[in-house]
Structure formats: C-alpha cells, structure tokens
C-alpha cells in the first residue's frame, strides 16, 4: 500500500502503516516544514541565494514539495528579468536564474549572456578559473532550441574550458547536465559534492534521504503488483523467444511519473510498456511475414478472428493486448469522463503497421533510405503509444481539441521518439542479447553514403539527436496545448533514454541495474 500524500505534498501519516513507516512520514512532514521555510526566509532576503536553493531543492529530487514557494519566487525573477538593475553581476547568476526560468516555461531571451562577450562577440569575458559560472553557463545552454545561436555558442565554448579541469563534479557536469538528466539518478553524485557542513543544506539533505525511502516504498509496492500482474499474464511462458523483463519496464514508468501521487498511473502504463517490448519481438524473432501481415491485419480491424491462422503464442499476445487495452479504457472512462477506447488502439495500429513495414524491408535485403528509415523508425520506436496512454492515464486537460492532436502524432512525440530511435539505432540494441535484426538509422545511412567513415556517420546521428532535442524543448518549455504534467513527462522519456540504451566502450547497464535491484531487494532474487 502507498504512501498517500496530502494537497500541500505532505505524505500523510494517518494512514495504518508499520511503526517504523509512520514515525519516517511524521519526522518527513517536519522536514517539509522546516525546509520550506528556510526556503522562503532565505529567498525573501537574498534572491541569488534563493536561486541556488531553488536548484538544489531540484537536483535532490525533493522540489515538488515546494511548487507554491517556488513558483511565486521564479514570477518575481522573471519580472525582473530584463531590468539591468536585477541583473546579478557574475555569470553564474545570470545563468542560474536563466535556466531555471526557462525551464519552467518562461520566455527568456538568450541575449542576456551577450552581456557576458567581448568586442568581438566571443565569451572571453568569462575567467577559465570560474568553474562555477562555466559550469552554470554549460547548463544553461542546454536548453537551447533551434536558432538559438547565442547559446549553442555558450556550450562550446564553457564545454572547451571545463574539459580542463579533472574534478569529479566537473565532469559530472558534462556528462550528465541537469535538464537532460533524471535528479533521482543523480542525487547520490550531487550529495559527494556539496558543502553538508551548511546547516540549510544539512537540513535538504537528510530530507531527501528520508523522501528517497518513502519513494523507494512507494516504488517497491508497484513492483510487487507489476511482477504478479506479469506472472498472472503469463506471456512468459508462452513466449520463451521473448523478453522477460518486467522490472525493466517498470522503470520507465518510474522515471517518466515521478511524482509519488502517480503510483496508480505507473503501475497502468507499465502494461502497454510490456506489451511494445513484446510485440516487437514477435516481429524481430518470431513471427514469418505471412503471421506478421495476419497479426497486423488483426490489429487493424481490431478482431480476433482475424487471427484464427496464427501460432498461438500469437493469438495469445493479441488476446492480452486486446484484453489490457479494454481494462485501461475502462479504468479512465470512469476516472476521468473519457473513454480513449479508439485512441489507444489507433496508437497499436500505427506502431504494428511501423514494425510491418520494418519487416518487409529486411525480409527483401534491401535498406531503405535513411530519412524514410526514421519516418517509420520514430513510429516504431513505440513512444507514441506510450504517450498517448500516458495522456489519457494523468487525465489533465482532456478534450476533443488535445484528443485530435495526440493522435495525429503531435511534434512534442515525435521528437521524443526520434531521440530514442537515434538513441537505440546507435547501438542496436545489444544489451538486450537479441538475435533479430531489424536494422538501424546507422546502417541506413552508411549504405547511402559508401564514402563516409562509422565515426562520422555516429557524429552525424548525434547531431540529429542534439537537432531533436533543441526541438523537443522548445515544444516543452514554450506555451502548450497539453498540460505540465504531460511535457514534463515527455522530457523524463527524453532523459531515461540514455540510461536504458547505454553504449560506451563497454556497453552495459550497470547504474539501470543498481537501482533497480535496489528497489528489487525485497523480493526473490532473479536475474536482471
């Protein structure tokens, strides 16, 4: 049973937990208060100060605690945004207040750090010894969108300084930037580098421990319905070709809805997640192209007996997805007013006619070229059914206006997939020991361009992915249609990307599988 939390984010302790449970949520709702208002004091007396508490609050996870305070700090920055008698004097100011205001969806002008050029229009103003402004200045930068040339320059240029200097949190910095980074994941590295003899961080941290247990809690739960919903299911024994990995699965939801309130929705989204990972491998290992054509063509009128020639583990799979889209259906319906019934299942019959598509391609031997390859790859990366699950399970802003656009494949999904198709393609998808082969955006383009080198051709499909995310920002921190909940969500995917498709050296998914066997540590032992 989860933690509930009140209106004002508090997790309530009224609730028949062990003692050792309520006395943690008692001593947490002490801590909020405690830290809020040092937070407001502190904010009240000296903006750049409250600025760095803001960021900290953020970067150890526990800023939703806080919305009100904050929001109200970040109105009164942002009114005083362009005036050059609130400009703080270092650049590590300016940047702070920037990126924090951007990301929360202000219209701030980029052209705040010409302040910071020379005659000739370059950064030379900055010391290469302020690590902390270079530091501030890179992760401004990266949330550029298209055009943004001001900032795609600070990046350049605050990344060429910073790779000069060998401090862990330095490269913490280049590696792992705030807003493309998920702050649960990275709590532990910014803990190892701040000052815990600051009473006011002191008191941050030891809240973000406890909050970090509480979660853990909450997390831990679902993983005990998420395992014996998977084991009622039992696609796995049914499907030895396929993936059996629903504690994996389960962690995109966790990343994704990270507020703790979401148990309910994490738990319903891991579903369909379950479901992409094994209907892709029905296409990429199991199924001839005649049973993927039937399988598809089932999937499109949305019948059984259309499947009625197909091996059973096929039939078997369809009649879950079938079954578990109803179920989901029927669980908004009466949350949320609206039955997303055809919907859903528009998002299954574009994501099975992108992996039939895929199918024939390699079934001929012969690559199609690489722009139409991530026309259809973003389509069969499978977010888009994720997301539009994801819309209807967070039940905010519903209407036919929002339904309409969500199902045309709106550009704040599409950017989404094509940053984890790039993602994915660049090391097709080794950790997961398949032997399909469904080929890549990579291949693709080798084949289109003979005269270009593997590393060049990797530069290429990075830059796509930087191109991506420029674009995927500007539809998340720009006015919208869908709701805070949902773009933020939608960075989340995003920001989960590289961790659930690692490739250096030596591919793994080693920090993926800490936490998880964390998080797994009361139950059975089993292989990740």
Same mark, same amino acid.
């Given at each position: 049973?989860?933690?509930?939390?009140?209106?004002?984010?508090?997790?309530?302790?009224?609730?028949?937990?062990?003692?050792?449970?309520?006395?943690?949520?008692?001593?947490?709702?002490?801590?909020?208060?405690?830290?809020?208002?040092?937070?407001?004091?502190?904010?009240?007396?000296?903006?750049?100060?409250?600025?760095?508490?803001?960021?900290?609050?953020?970067?150890?996870?526990?800023?939703?605690?806080?919305?009100?305070?904050?929001?109200?700090?970040?109105?009164?920055?942002?009114?005083?945004?362009?005036?050059?008698?609130?400009?703080?004097?270092?650049?590590?100011?300016?940047?702070?207040?920037?990126?924090?205001?951007?990301?929360?969806?202000?219209?701030?002008?980029?052209?705040?750090?010409?302040?910071?050029?020379?005659?000739?229009?370059?950064?030379?103003?900055?010391?290469?010894?302020?690590?902390?402004?270079?530091?501030?200045?890179?992760?401004?930068?990266?949330?550029?969108?298209?055009?943004?040339?001001?900032?795609?320059?600070?990046?350049?240029?605050?990344?060429?300084?910073?790779?000069?200097?060998?401090?862990?949190?330095?490269?913490?910095?280049?590696?792992?930037?705030?807003?493309?980074?998920?702050?649960?994941?990275?709590?532990?590295?910014?803990?190892?580098?701040?000052?815990?003899?600051?009473?006011?961080?002191?008191?941050?941290?030891?809240?973000?421990?406890?909050?970090?247990?509480?979660?853990?809690?909450?997390?831990?739960?679902?993983?005990?319905?998420?395992?014996?919903?998977?084991?009622?299911?039992?696609?796995?024994?049914?499907?030895?070709?396929?993936?059996?990995?629903?504690?994996?699965?389960?962690?995109?939801?966790?990343?994704?809805?990270?507020?703790?309130?979401?148990?309910?929705?994490?738990?319903?989204?891991?579903?369909? %997640? /379950?479901?992409?990972?094994? +209907?892709?491998?029905?296409? $990429?290992?199991? #199924? !001839?192209?005649? &049973?993927?054509?039937?399988?598809?063509?089932?999937?499109?009128?949305?019948?059984?007996?259309?499947?009625?020639?197909?091996?059973?583990?096929?039939?078997?799979?369809?009649?879950?997805?079938?079954?578990?889209?109803?179920?989901?259906?029927?669980?908004?319906?009466?949350?949320?007013?609206?039955?997303?019934?055809?919907?859903?299942?528009?998002?299954?019959?574009?994501?099975?006619?992108?992996?039939?598509?895929?199918?024939?391609?390699?079934?001929?031997?012969?690559?199609?070229?690489?722009?139409?390859?991530?026309?259809?790859?973003?389509?069969?990366?499978?977010?888009?059914?994720?997301?539009?699950?994801?819309?209807?399970?967070?039940?905010?802003?519903?209407?036919?206006?929002?339904?309409?656009?969500?199902?045309?494949?709106?550009?704040? %999904? /599409?950017?989404?997939?094509? +940053?984890?198709?790039?993602? $994915?393609?660049? #090391? !097709?998808?080794? &950790?997961?020991?398949?032997?399909?082969?469904?080929?890549?955006?990579?291949?693709?383009?080798?084949?289109?361009?003979?005269?270009?080198?593997?590393?060049?051709?990797?530069?290429?499909?990075?830059?796509?992915?930087?191109?991506?995310?420029?674009?995927?920002?500007?539809?998340?921190?720009?006015?919208?249609?869908?709701?805070?909940?949902?773009?933020?969500?939608?960075?989340?995917?995003?920001?989960?990307?590289?961790?659930?498709?690692?490739?250096?050296?030596?591919?793994?998914?080693?920090?993926?599988?800490?936490?998880?066997?964390?998080?797994?540590?009361?139950?059975?032992?089993?292989?990740?």
């Amino acid at each position: 049973m989860a933690f509930p939390i009140n209106i004002d984010g508090n997790f309530s302790a009224s609730f028949h937990l062990p003692s050792l449970e309520n006395e943690l949520c008692l001593r947490h709702g002490k801590m909020v208060k405690e830290a809020g208002c040092i937070l407001s004091n502190t904010a009240g007396k000296d903006p750049l100060e409250g600025l760095v508490m803001i960021d900290t609050l953020q970067r150890l996870g526990i800023d939703y605690h806080f919305r009100e305070e904050i929001e109200a700090f970040l109105n009164t920055q942002y009114m005083n945004f362009s005036s050059p008698n609130h400009l703080p004097l270092d650049v590590c100011g300016v940047a702070l207040r920037f990126r924090l205001l951007r990301q929360e969806g202000y219209n701030v002008s980029q052209e705040v750090f010409n302040n910071f050029k020379n005659e000739e229009g370059n950064f030379h103003l900055i010391q290469e010894n302020d690590v902390k402004g270079l530091m501030a200045l890179y992760e401004a930068s990266q949330l550029s969108m298209e055009s943004e040339d001001i900032l795609d320059e600070a990046g350049e240029f605050s990344a060429k300084l910073l790779n000069h200097h060998e401090s862990e949190i330095v490269a913490n910095t280049l590696k792992h930037p705030y807003h493309k980074s998920l702050a649960r994941f990275m709590v532990k590295n910014f803990l190892n580098n701040i000052d815990i003899r600051n009473e006011n961080i002191k008191v941050f941290s030891e809240l973000a421990k406890i909050d970090c247990e509480i979660v853990r809690s909450i997390h831990q739960k679902e993983i005990l319905q998420i395992s014996n919903w998977w084991k009622d299911l039992g696609l796995a024994k049914e499907l030895k070709f396929a993936r059996d990995q629903p504690l994996k699965w389960h962690m995109w939801s966790m990343s994704v809805l990270i507020d703790p309130n979401l148990s309910e929705q994490r738990v319903e989204l891991t579903k369909p %997640i /379950s479901l992409v990972y094994i +209907i892709d491998d029905i296409f $990429d290992l199991y #199924g !001839t192209l005649n &049973d993927l054509s039937i399988f598809t063509e089932a999937v499109n009128e949305w019948d059984l007996t259309a499947a009625n020639q197909l091996p059973e583990s096929m039939k078997i799979s369809l009649m879950a997805l079938f079954d578990i889209t109803e179920s989901i259906s029927t669980k908004i319906l009466e949350k949320h007013g609206w039955n997303p019934i055809e919907s859903l299942q528009k998002s299954w019959k574009k994501l099975c006619n992108a992996f039939l598509e895929e199918a024939k391609w390699f079934a001929s031997g012969k690559l199609p070229k690489p722009e139409e390859y991530l026309r259809n790859g973003i389509v069969s990366s499978g977010v888009h059914v994720v997301l539009v699950h994801m819309f209807f399970l967070l039940g905010q802003g519903i209407n036919k206006e929002t339904v309409d656009f969500v199902d045309g494949f709106p550009p704040i %999904i /599409s950017f989404t997939a094509t +940053i984890l198709r790039l993602w $994915d393609d660049l #090391g !097709t998808a080794k &950790d997961e020991n398949q032997n399909g082969h469904d080929g890549s955006y990579l291949e693709c383009y080798i084949r289109e361009h003979p005269n270009v080198t593997v590393e060049r051709a990797r530069e290429h499909v990075s830059q796509l992915i930087c191109d991506a995310w420029k674009k995927l920002n500007q539809e998340c921190l720009s006015r919208s249609p869908f709701s805070r909940s949902f773009t933020n969500a939608c960075l989340n995917v995003a920001r989960m990307i590289p961790l659930m498709y690692s490739y250096d050296d030596n591919p793994s998914l080693a920090s993926l599988k800490e936490h998880m066997r964390s998080l797994a540590a009361h139950l059975e032992s089993k292989p990740f």
